[in-house]
């Protein structure tokens, strides 16, 4: 699986597909540079990286937090 870096590159060099390999190319635009990010981090997680939560886990967590200390 690749990682974080390589992803990124496949996406600069106009060879990264959303969803399977048949699936429709990452555009380069903002909303596609966003997509890309995310297919990095979703693999990079994959391959056992260290990478940050996901912005929605990171709310979780700190609700979770939150609540023991009630």
């Known amino acids: 699986?690749?990682?974080?870096?390589a992803t990124?590159?496949?996406w600069a060099?106009?060879?990264l597909h959303s969803g399977s390999k048949k699936g429709p190319i990452v555009p380069h635009s903002k909303?596609?540079?966003?997509?890309a990010l995310a297919i990095a981090f979703s693999e990079a997680r994959q391959a056992?990286?260290?990478v940050p939560p996901p912005p929605g886990e990171r709310?979780?967590?700190?609700?979770?937090?939150?609540?023991?200390?009630?």
């Open 1 to 5: 699986m690749p990682g974080f870096q």
């Open 8 to 10: 990124m590159h496949e």
């Open 13 to 15: 060099q106009d060879g």
């Open 31 to 35: 909303a596609g540079q966003k997509k």
């Open 48 to 50: 056992g990286e260290h």
């Open 59 to 70: 709310a979780a967590r700190s609700l979770i937090r939150a609540r023991r200390r009630r």
